[in-house]
């Protein structure tokens, strides 16, 4: 079956880096998505990747490998508007769009 | 607008009718996806629309769930019958061609079900 895992909630602290991680295990791969998801909003986009390496936007970054089946967003000089669910999404060779359950940030100062 | 927009924002409906949630696209994305979110929960795909192609429906948790679009614009997801368990966060969202492409959401329609 398909699966994509990402921990279930993560803590860090104001100011300091954090790095969230995503497995997946799809039948191919058209590119991965990071959303960000607010309590009670809908989720925005963060990031897409499609080849390996890594992708930097101002204060998040996201990585890719596929032989690994593996990325992760990294989140440097956190704030406190960071506390948010961050989503994991991947195409797969069919390009259906698989979901992650969602990482819960909390921030603490 | 240019974001996606979603009516209406809340609902509440006694178990046993029927609702409609509406969505509208941004104009000329030409693919729209419906989800369902669950307090606390990730997103469960519903159904998505791409251009003229019969849709992908897939998700749909039961018969009493139907969507449909008209052309590349307006969206209506309708949910018979509703029981307790169709509480939730009904959110839309669309992307300029494809799964690949980014996808913008709207606000989400927050059912809940007496």
């Known amino acids: 079956g398909q699966n994509i895992d990402q921990p279930t909630e993560m803590t860090a602290t104001e100011g300091a880096i954090v790095q969230i991680n995503c497995t997946y295990q799809?039948?191919?791969?058209?590119?991965l998505f990071w959303y960000q998801q607010h309590a009670g909003e809908a989720p925005t986009f963060l990031s897409y990747?499609?080849l390996d390496g890594l992708e930097e936007k101002g204060r998040f970054s996201s990585f890719l490998s596929r032989s690994k089946g593996y990325s992760y967003l990294l989140l440097k000089e956190l704030q406190m508007k960071d506390s948010a669910s961050y989503l994991c999404?991947?195409?797969?060779?069919?390009?259906?769009?698989?979901w992650g359950a969602g990482t819960k940030l909390i921030i603490k100062p | 607008g240019a974001g996606v927009s979603q009516s209406p924002s809340n609902k509440v409906t006694e178990k046993g009718k029927d609702v409609e949630l509406r969505c509208d696209p941004i104009?000329?994305?030409?693919?729209l996806y419906w989800y369902r979110q669950r307090l606390g929960q990730g997103l469960e795909f519903l159904i998505y629309?791409?251009?003229?192609?019969?849709?992908?429906k897939s998700g749909l948790p039961s018969d009493r769930f139907s969507a449909e679009r008209t052309g590349e614009s307006v969206s209506t997801l309708t949910i018979q019958r509703t029981q307790q368990e169709d509480s939730a966060v009904y959110l839309c969202?669309?992307?300029?061609?494809?799964?690949?492409?980014?996808?913008?959401f709207g606000p989400g329609t927050r059912l809940l079900v007496l």
């Open positions: 969202a669309s992307s300029l061609v494809d799964r690949q492409e980014t996808q913008y």
């Open positions: 104009s000329g994305h030409t693919a």
């Open positions: 629309f791409q251009g003229n192609s019969a849709p992908d």
């Open positions: 799809t039948s191919g791969f058209n590119g």
């Open positions: 990747n499609v």
């Open positions: 999404a991947v195409v797969d060779s069919n390009y259906q769009l698989i």
